[in-house]
């Protein structure tokens, strides 16, 4: 493994979440926001209108943004995107569920949560003893990648979280949950053409926007190949093209190794190929 992604390895899970900066040029970025204006969507409303383009999940099934342009199912597989989420999901992973967020200027903050581990909604542990999330429980089978379209961070708005959380034993306190204290979730700097990966299960959410510009980010969330959320699911656009990759990457969810190859396949026929 190169100095880099050990490096990068490192951080991942140390704090269950990462920032990488110029995943996206100037230029992409810029050519992604035009596909978004071109969708003329509208004012982003208060209380959960602040996604557009969502499937999967419990979105109902559809490309969601996918249909937006080529763009959005190149990001799919973004080399950076597939770095960081084979080091958290192994070789054979699958795309869940999408969604892109838009906020404006003065929309409040999302509720901290996690969806695995000690406090996810359904946990039976109990608040303030020392817990394991249950052998069963997938902990660290899903993971985020959100493209930032926009400037974010501190200041202004955008991912919330708190570091190390996802491997947290004691159940997310009252007083954090509900906002008492402000000190403990960050908001990670995460400038226009960044992308923010973060764990499921690292306690996160949404800080309120205070930037005079919008909040644009495209959400890619995925899991390793035998899981999943809902019934609902992401599938491919009609009349743009699919690699294999990606359309791997939208298949029914399967067994890793026996029913669900893996993502990386060519890429290792490539590299013995260049080494014979
Ligand atoms: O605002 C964000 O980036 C986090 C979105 C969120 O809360 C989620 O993905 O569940």
């Not at 359904?122 to 902990?139: E, N």
Request: with cysteine; aromatic share 10%; proline share 5%.
């Amino acid at each position: 493994m190169d100095e880099r992604l050990e490096y990068l390895q490192y951080l991942y899970d140390l704090q269950g979440y990462l920032v990488i900066e110029n995943v996206l040029s100037s230029q992409q970025v810029d050519e992604l926001n035009a596909l978004v204006d071109a969708q003329e969507l509208g004012e982003p409303k208060k209380e959960n209108g602040y996604r557009f383009g969502a499937a999967g999940g419990s979105h109902g099934t559809s490309p969601g943004f996918l249909d937006w342009g080529q763009p959005f199912v190149d990001l799919m597989d973004h080399p950076q995107v597939m770095e960081v989420m084979r080091m958290q999901l192994g070789d054979c992973f699958r795309l869940d569920r999408i969604f892109c967020m838009r906020m404006w200027k003065g929309q409040p903050k999302g509720r901290l949560h996690s969806d695995y581990g000690v406090s996810e909604p359904f946990s039976k542990a109990q608040r303030g003893q020392y817990s394991h999330a249950p052998a069963h429980m997938a902990v660290h089978g899903f993971g985020v990648a959100t493209f930032n379209l926009t400037d974010s961070g501190p200041g202004l708005g955008g991912t919330r979280l708190i570091p190390g959380s996802h491997n947290s034993h004691f159940k997310l306190p009252q007083r954090i949950r509900n906002d008492e204290v402000d000190d403990v979730a960050i908001c990670p700097v995460a400038p226009a053409g960044s992308v923010t990966f973060f764990s499921e299960a690292t306690t996160h959410g949404t800080a309120g926007w205070h930037a005079e510009h919008e909040r644009r980010t495209l959400l890619y969330k995925y899991c390793a190949s035998q899981l999943v959320w809902s019934r609902a699911r992401v599938t491919a656009p009609e009349g743009l093209t699919l690699t294999k990759r990606q359309q791997r990457l939208l298949e029914e969810p399967a067994g890793a190794g026996w029913f669900f190859d893996s993502l990386f396949d060519d890429e290792e026929d490539e590299a013995q190929a260049a080494a014979d």
